[in-house]
């Protein structure tokens, strides 16, 4: 080596590159709440403008605040290093989010913020970095003047830092993200659909901190102009028909990974405007999967990792993960907090887990097919497992079809069980189970012909009788046997000398 270059990069080319990392506004703002959050705020404001094509965006927060020396630092892209260990609720690792999230956003950002009653505010303006092609990373401090003549920062500074001793807003300015195309109605239409987008997925993100799931932790207020956001939790805490399996917990590294997982119910099992409520955004066969949640805030949802395929079997399944920061480096957390892959042993825990879990979404549609079988002692159907495989089939031993074989001669009863067979072979399953499955199609519950029902009660109390059942173990034997839905008058004039009474 004969010596050292100076390769410092290009202010200008690299800060527009990084405006291309990959954010959109709603994981930008979530990055930027992250920090308030870290920053112990009880409250957090999104306020919004279209301003007639000059929109503007700003957060606005009652945490701890920054000094002059850390709001400084706080500016600086990489301010602090991924590697060094942080505080156990610091939703922070990068030093970089602050800065990438709003550029992904706007060209002006001015971060203003009180500590201790001191005020300080700096800004990066990408259009001056650019049209002065200077070398250097300068970025602008504010003095006290500058701050009362920029009318938009001094009125949120008079309306929400002026009565605080600390606080912090962060300011977007000349936004010009794919929301916004300068002057027309259409993007206008287009910035509120996005902020309200940005409002449903902060809802989930933070539902955690919006409404605290484990005691001695309180709610974290975030609204979007004024109005408060509600938390989404995905798992349907208010629906009371869900399941939620045993916890695991994984060890890796001498740290835990708690797995909580659920099912949902089935759409039969609860209203349909609950159902529909915890459906989210694309519906239950597109959200099932992880959730996994860095300090409790939401980083990735609804993916098996590619251990398995989603599929309609398992759409009512969902599991909470939970990971430390401590575990970041493993997990390959990305500076948008929007990725993340569980490294191969946990990989292996999380295989295992669906594997003891896959069963019980299953569970939750059999479970009609199970209750058909419990309910009567004679069903039409009768359903078999062998080798873990599941076999439907009508009944020879119910009395209307075992009669009927009795009945007739030899070669018409052979023909009869051929029937039978082809019937029960060709049972539709895969059919039936997305039909069964799907959050649209509803059976026809069948409509009962008067003299119909009344045939097939005498047909079937001349069944059982040919059986030797008589009196009151005939009336039992009848009431076991699953049949049309027989009214109980029609029971007491066909079997008039046995009372309910003593049946
Ligand atoms: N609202 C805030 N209140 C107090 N301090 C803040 C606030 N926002 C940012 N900071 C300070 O600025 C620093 C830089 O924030 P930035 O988001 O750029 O990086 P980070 O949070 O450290 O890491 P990451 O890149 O993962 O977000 C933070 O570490 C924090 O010290
Ligand atoms: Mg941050």
């Known amino acids: 080596m004969s010596g050292h270059l100076d390769l410092s990069p290009q202010p200008s080319a690299l800060l527009e590159s990084l405006r291309s990392i990959g954010y959109t506004i709603e994981t930008a703002l979530a990055d930027i709440i992250d920090n308030s959050i870290t920053a112990q705020s009880t409250s957090v404001s999104v306020q919004f403008l279209w301003n007639n094509g000059a929109p503007w965006v700003a957060i606005v927060d009652d945490g701890r605040g920054m000094t002059q020396e850390e709001l400084i630092e706080a500016m600086r892209f990489g301010s602090r290093t991924p590697i060094e260990s942080r505080d156990e609720n610091d939703l922070g690792r990068f030093g970089l989010g602050m800065k990438t ?26 259009d001056k970095i650019a049209t002065n092609g200077s070398a250097s990373w300068l970025a602008g401090l504010y003095d006290p003047a500058n701050i009362t003549s920029d009318l938009l920062l001094n009125g949120l500074v008079s309306e929400s830092l002026a009565n605080r001793e600390s606080g912090t807003i962060l300011l977007w300015r000349r936004l010009d993200n794919s929301s916004v195309e300068k002057g027309n109605s259409i993007a206008e239409a287009r910035f509120s659909e996005a902020m309200d987008s940005a409002r449903k997925h902060l809802e989930l993100v933070f539902h955690r901190f919006l409404s605290p799931d484990s005691p001695g932790r309180s709610a974290i207020k975030i609204d979007f102009n004024g109005n408060a956001l509600d938390a989404f939790n995905p798992f349907g805490p208010l629906i009371p028909a869900r399941q939620e399996l045993p916890l695991e917990t994984v060890h890796i590294d001498g740290r835990k990974i708690l797995v909580q997982p659920y099912v949902l119910p089935h759409r039969s099992k609860v209203p349909t405007a609950l159902y529909e409520q915890y459906a989210g955004e694309h519906g239950y066969l597109h959200n099932q999967g992880f959730y996994i949640y860095r300090n409790r805030r939401l980083i990735v949802k609804a993916t098996w990792f590619r251990l398995i395929k989603k599929e309609e079997l398992n759409k009512l399944i969902r599991v909470r993960v939970d990971i430390p920061n401590s575990l970041d480096h493993l997990w390959r957390i990305d500076v948008k907090k929007s990725q993340a892959s569980p490294p191969e042993s946990v990989r292996r825990e999380l295989k295992k887990v669906i594997g003891r879990i ?24 009768s359903r078999e497992v062998a080798d873990g495989k599941i076999r439907y089939g009508v009944n020879e031993e119910h009395p209307l079809v075992k009669s009927l074989l009795e009945m007739v001669t030899m070669e018409q009863a052979s023909q009869l ?40 009660a005498v047909q079937l109390i001349d069944a059982l009788r040919s059986y030797g059942f008589e009196g009151v173990d005939l009336r039992k034997q009848l009431l076991r046997t699953e049949a049309f839905p027989f009214p109980p008058e029609l029971i007491d004039e066909l079997l008039p000398e046995i009372t309910k009474s003593n049946g």
């Not at 999230?101 to 303006?125: F, N, P, V, Y």
């Not at 082809?422 to 059976?443: G, I, M, R, W």
Request: charged letters at 30%.
């Open 417 to 456: 069980r051929t029937c039978l067979r082809l019937v029960n072979e060709t049972f539709p399953y895969e059919l039936f189970f997305a039909d069964a499955a799907s959050d649209t199609v509803e059976f026809e519950k069948p409509e009962y012909d008067e003299e119909e029902v009344r045939l097939a």
């Open 358 to 381: 896959a069963g019980a979404g299953k569970h939750v549609f059999t479970r009609r097919a199970t209750v058909i079988k419990n309910r009567t002692l004679t069903p039409v159907w």
């Open 101 to 126: 999230a709003s550029i992904s956003q706007c060209r002006h950002l001015t971060l203003a913020s009180k500590r201790d009653g001191m005020l300080t505010a700096c800004e990066w303006d990408l």
